[in-house]
């Protein structure tokens, strides 16, 4: 792989850079690109991840040489029951222009936790047990606690309510079938195909 890309990455909390970063690494291989992953805020939710992004492009905005920006920044918010364009329209409004063309949202809708069963069929295969999983609910906690009941059900203690398994599901979920069930998975994974090929041209 001769392409390379820096990453920023903006998240809400461990759940979502733990998926992220394997998820981001394994659709630049597929793009035959070297993907380095700076991760810039992971905690704190979603206030913290939008200010730490503002300070952050503050900071972008004062550099006058582009070598020292990043390629591509990737900003993760939970839709929260709002609709994945909705949250992608509040953080491309958030964004300077110069990052315009550089930013990917990760819009989960409605949490993060959906993404990690949004492939039912690799799951039970990765975990030991097929979690049921309902058409869009937006209950608050109703995917963490889907997660974590299918983790319960392979047998394994909940430690970490579905964190631990993050990689494997990243690396391990078929994308058509996760994106297909998805729509806000494969809004992402699209965004971040073409930008990917568009920063390494």
């Given at each position: 792989?001769?392409?390379?890309?820096?990453?920023?990455?903006?998240?809400?909390?461990?759940?979502?850079?733990?998926?992220?970063?394997?998820?981001?690494?394994?659709?630049?291989?597929?793009?035959?690109?070297?993907?380095?992953?700076?991760?810039?805020?992971?905690?704190?939710?979603?206030?913290?991840?939008?200010?730490?992004?503002?300070?952050?492009?503050?900071v972008v905005v004062q550099r006058t040489l582009n070598?020292?920006?990043?390629?591509?920044?990737?900003?993760?918010?939970?839709?929260?029951?709002?609709?994945?364009?909705?949250?992608?329209r509040r953080i491309l409004a958030a964004a300077e222009?110069?990052?315009?063309?550089?930013?990917?949202?990760?819009?989960?809708?409605?949490?993060?936790?959906?993404?990690?069963?949004?492939?039912?069929?690799?799951?039970?295969?990765?975990?030991?047990?097929?979690?049921?999983?309902?058409?869009?609910?937006?209950?608050?906690?109703?995917?963490?606690?889907?997660?974590?009941?299918?983790?319960?059900?392979?047998?394994?203690?909940?430690?970490?309510?579905g964190v631990e398994f993050a990689s494997e599901l990243?690396?391990?979920?078929?994308?058509?079938?996760?994106?297909?069930?998805?729509?806000?998975?494969?809004?992402?994974?699209?965004?971040?195909?073409?930008?990917?090929?568009?920063?390494?041209?």
């Open positions: 792989m001769s392409k390379q890309a820096v990453v920023d990455l903006f998240v809400e909390d461990r759940a979502h850079e733990e998926l992220l970063k394997p998820l981001l690494t394994r659709v630049a291989s597929q793009e035959q690109i070297q993907m380095q992953i700076q991760v810039r805020s992971a905690r704190g939710g979603h206030g913290r991840a939008i200010a730490e992004f503002k300070l952050y492009q503050r070598s020292s920006i990043a390629d591509l920044v990737v900003v993760a918010i939970d839709g929260n029951c709002s609709t994945f364009a909705e949250v992608r222009p110069m990052l315009q063309g550089r930013l990917v949202a990760a819009c989960p809708d409605p949490h993060i936790e959906r993404w990690y069963v949004a492939d039912p069929q690799s799951f039970g295969a990765i975990v030991g047990h097929r979690p049921h999983v309902d058409s869009k609910k937006c209950v608050r906690d109703y995917y963490k606690q889907t997660l974590a009941n299918a983790i319960r059900q392979a047998g394994y203690p909940v430690m970490l309510g990243a690396e391990g979920m078929d994308l058509y079938r996760a994106g297909k069930n998805d729509s806000s998975l494969k809004a992402f994974l699209d965004d971040l195909r073409t930008k990917l090929r568009q920063v390494t041209r």
